[in-house]
């Protein structure tokens, strides 16, 4: 199973909801990682966990919150967002230093 | 400073025509180097890889890239484009930190023209 999946594909929120997002793999990947990206731009990394802790931060603002619960399962918890939050969420694993497999991602909309 | 150049921001091409997408890192090592492409609203899919070896690399979808080290070129090339290519491609390098964190470029999006 070479595949990592995202649920759920599309999110509505208001700024005031609370919301996560899941992601998972199987592929035995000790690497996860939460991208966020705009229309018309690269992915931007959020955070980075290996071995199931969290190793990179890249300065996200606390409203979104992450977590992972075991080697396979990988939560980005949202709340309070703002409109600006809108993008597409996406999740990848890698083993070691090779390539990362990206999920099909989270189309988020805060209303 | 560290980077990644992707110099085109658009490029349209006929189908059947061959492509050549531009890609320039620079670091002080050679990074691991790949070619993503990602369709509207999708997530990424890896096209190919560079790690170390021939500089020639063979990905999916008959896509090819060579690594120049001189040129710290990693370029993107396929000999007969198809109308199902249009979508954004972008080249990204990793390997460099025990994190395997990635540097992608700005991304070419490609049009194919009937």
């Known amino acids: 199973d070479t595949e990592v999946t995202q649920t759920p594909k599309h999110l509505v929120m208001g700024m005031t909801n609370k919301k996560s997002l899941k992601c998972e793999q199987h592929m035995g990947h000790r690497a996860m990682y939460w991208y966020k990206q705009k229309a018309k731009k690269p992915p931007e990394l959020m955070f980075v966990y290996s071995y199931e802790k969290l190793s990179i931060n890249e300065s996200v603002p606390s409203r979104f919150s992450p977590e992972c619960p075991n080697s396979s399962l990988l939560n980005l918890h949202l709340h309070a967002l703002q409109p600006e939050d809108s993008a597409l969420y996406l999740c990848?694993?890698?083993?070691?230093?090779?390539?990362?497999?990206f999920g099909p991602g989270t189309r988020l909309t805060v209303l | 400073a560290q980077s990644v150049t992707q110099p085109d921001i658009h490029i349209t091409v006929s189908e059947g025509a061959s492509l050549e997408l531009r890609c320039n890192y620079s670091?002080?090592?050679?990074?691991?180097l790949f070619w993503y492409v990602q369709s509207p609203g999708q997530g990424l899919q890896l096209l190919l890889k560079y790690f170390s070896g021939d500089t020639l690399v063979q990905g999916i979808k008959g896509f090819e890239a060579e690594f120049k080290r001189s040129q710290s070129s990693f370029n993107l090339r396929k000999p007969s484009v198809h109308w199902s290519d249009a979508a954004e491609y972008f080249c990204a390098v990793g390997g460099l930190d025990n994190f395997n964190k990635f540097y992608f470029g700005s991304g070419t999006k490609l049009n194919v023209k009937p």
């Open positions: 990848a694993s890698s083993q070691d230093r090779g390539e990362q497999f």
């Open positions: 670091y002080g090592a050679t990074p691991y």
